[in-house]
């Protein structure tokens, strides 16, 4: 399956500031999407990353907070923006194989905003 | 919409016992199911997946099936070891709306075996 990178690993980060999360894959991927797990909690989908177009959001995640590149189909980036206590989290980037088909995570990028 | 409920944690158990952990979906589609596992300080890894009604996921002695008429994919291991302790997350994709999906998640179930 496809190796996926993900910097920073942690970053701890001052409210109000916007930090931006980089996937790299090591090979073509059509499908890229973007996770957020909160502490204790399970995983929520934030976007699908949409190469060549804007980024497709779920419900509760917008544009202005969580912008998304995709510039090409080995990387996307995840911007965390005007963050405050409540945006710390895991934010992860997962690969699709297939519609219908398991995706494969990165190692996610721990996020804690004082 | 989609949704995924599963019990919760954490469930503690001894070495070689029986494990079943429950998972029940709701879904607009015909969804595929996925068992996901996250061992302590590491990241999300694919445990057994079962496209299609019937279906038999397995995976390191764990089993998974596909049940569509009590919409449920619960997971079970003969004999859990104290190396299974994590934290294990059922999933649905459910692309019937014909465009890639994301995937919805249970709230995952933290597995503790003791030896």
């Known amino acids: 399956s496809a190796v996926i990178s993900q910097k920073p690993s942690r970053d701890i980060c001052q409210r109000g500031t916007s930090l931006t999360i980089q996937c790299q894959v090591d090979?073509?991927?059509?499908?890229m999407f973007w996770y957020r797990q909160q502490p204790g909690q399970s995983l929520t989908l934030i976007a699908t990353?949409?190469?060549?177009?804007?980024?497709?959001?779920e419900s509760g995640f917008v544009i202005d907070k969580f912008p998304i590149s995709r510039p090409n189909l080995t990387f996307s980036t995840l911007t965390v923006s005007n963050m405050s206590p409540e945006d710390s989290s895991i934010y992860l980037c997962?690969?699709?194989?297939?519609?219908?088909?398991?995706?494969?995570f990165g190692d996610g990028t721990r996020l804690s905003i004082l | 919409g989609n949704s995924v409920t599963q019990m919760e944690g954490p469930v503690t158990l001894s070495e070689e016992a029986f494990l079943t952990i429950n998972c029940t979906y709701t879904a607009t589609g015909y969804p595929s199911l996925f068992w996901y596992v996250q061992y302590p300080g590491e990241g999300l890894q694919l445990l057994l997946k079962a496209t299609k009604a019937d279906d038999k996921g397995s995976n390191k002695g764990f089993e998974a099936t596909y049940r569509k008429e009590t919409t449920s994919f619960h997971l079970e291991k003969g004999s859990v070891q104290v190396s299974d302790s994590a934290v294990y997350f059922c999933a649905l994709s459910d692309s019937s709306g014909g465009g890639a999906d994301g995937l919805t998640f249970g709230k995952g179930t933290h597995l503790i075996i003791q030896p």
């Open positions: 090979s073509q991927v059509t499908m």
């Open positions: 990353a949409n190469q060549g177009s804007e980024a497709t959001y």
């Open positions: 997962s690969v699709g194989t297939g519609l219908g088909q398991p995706q494969h």
